[in-house]
């Protein structure tokens, strides 16, 4: 089956999202404290594809040999991965674009992972200052990218680009099955 993994700094956002996505509130557990999400976690969705949950990066507060056995983690999951359709990078959409951000999806395009981008917390925002902060991250993807890869604006907690998110993945999947 398809999978899409979602992948950010921790407390991006990411389990809130994958609860939004999945509907179902127990799936991934949300927390304050960074760095609980561990473990690679598969979620069957519908049947029909796999949404993978992978740890987050970028703790402040781990150790160095850590966030090495993170990273080796992480790249180990890409490079095994053939059935991996797409990986969702989630970024805070409050913050100017980071390096570790940056860095992680130069080493996706390096690996031939195709990626999207996924703001979060969009509710925290003025539309104006969200509108702002993103066409920024626009002209800082530009000088790195060809193009600004395909992104979508998302809060779970006012529901925001759920349907999006969903409708582009399952547009993938039928293509998918479309061609074999
Ligand atoms: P993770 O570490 O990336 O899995 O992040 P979590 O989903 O656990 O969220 C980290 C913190 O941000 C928690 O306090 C969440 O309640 C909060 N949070 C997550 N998503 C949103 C959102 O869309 N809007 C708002 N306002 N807060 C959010």
New binding site residues.
Partial sequence: LPEYAFI????????????MLTGRKAL?????K????QLINHFLINKEWHLVDLP?YGYAKVSKSTKRTFQKFITAYFDKRKQLICAFV?IDSRHDPQPIDMEFMQWLGEHQVPFCIIF?????LKPKVLEKNINNYQEKMLEIWEEMPEFFI?????K?GQEEILEYIDSINNELKANN
């Avoid at 921790?10 to 999202?17: F, I, P, Q, R, Y």
């Avoid at 960074?34 to 999400?37: A, N």
């Avoid at 979060?120 to 925290?124: F, G, L």
């Fill in positions: 950010g700094r921790s407390n991006v956002g990411k389990s809130s999202l994958i609860n991934a557990k949300t927390s304050a960074p760095g609980k999400t987050g989630l979060t917390k969009a509710d925290k998302s809060s779970a907690t006012a925001l």
